[in-house]
């Protein structure tokens, strides 16, 4: 399995801030994806980095509010911008290889927001 | 639309009890079923399950999956506190997609 590192692993921000998390992995992965998680509730899909374009945003995610980066195949940057008090959460980055199945994921970013 | 409902929610036990945990999905081209173990932020892997019938087991943890009723297993055999932890269930609809996340069971186990 590949291993991740994710940081930061915790901050607390100022509303109306942004925060930038990144997610590098030890080797090349062909799908990287960016999930939160609010508190007591399962993992929510923000989107999927796209490594050389813009990446592909769920239902109710937009570009604006949680850019996201994927200049190579190790590589990628989710911000959260303009945060509130509703954007505490975890945020979780997750890798898959080319033909896997199986996912893996940071170590996690818990925002407070205050 | 995909998804995958788990159930219960949240579970009590004992020190040394045996538990099942439920999953239950409807996913397009489905290829794969998939356990995590999410005890502070990061959920670690647990099994993958493609084929029908056939268990998989790691230590007191075992799972099976059922193509035919769409739905998997955990099982849990003499419970230990260290096993407190959100269980999540996800499906693999085939291809680059992302996996499909249940709600996760919170299993608590008290010595």
């Known amino acids: 399995s590949a291993v991740i590192s994710q940081k930061p692993s915790r901050d607390i921000c100022q509303r109306g801030t942004s925060l930038t998390i990144q997610c590098q992995v030890d080797?090349?992965?062909?799908?990287m994806f960016w999930y939160r998680q609010q508190p007591g509730q399962s993992l929510t899909l923000i989107a999927t980095?796209?490594?050389?374009?813009?990446?592909?945003?769920e239902s109710g995610f937009v570009i604006d509010k949680f850019p996201i980066s994927r200049p190579n195949l190790t590589f990628s940057t989710l911000t959260v911008s303009n945060m509130s008090p509703e954007d505490s959460s975890i945020y979780l980055c997750s890798v898959r290889g080319q033909g896997a199945t199986e996912a893996f994921f940071g170590q996690g970013t818990r925002l407070t927001v205050v | 639309e995909d998804k995958v409902v788990q159930s219960p929610l949240s579970l009590v036990v004992h020190e040394g009890d045996t538990v099942t945990l439920n999953c239950s999905y409807e996913?397009?081209?489905?290829?794969?079923l998939l356990w995590y173990k999410q005890e502070k932020k990061a959920p670690t892997f647990l099994f993958m399950l493609?084929?029908?019938?056939i268990e998989k087991k790691s230590g007191r943890l075992s799972s099976i999956l059922d193509k035919k009723e769409l739905s998997s297993i955990l099982n849990i055999t003499a419970t230990q506190t260290g096993d407190s932890a959100i269980y999540l269930c996800?499906?693999?609809?085939?291809?680059?997609?992302?996996?499909?996340f249940g709600k996760g069971t919170r299993l608590s186990v008290i010595a």
């Open positions: 996800a499906a693999h609809p085939g291809g680059n997609t992302p996996l499909v």
């Open positions: 996913v397009t081209n489905f290829r794969s």
């Open positions: 980095a796209n490594q050389g374009s813009e990446a592909t945003y």
């Open positions: 493609t084929s029908s019938g």
């Open positions: 080797s090349q992965v062909t799908m």
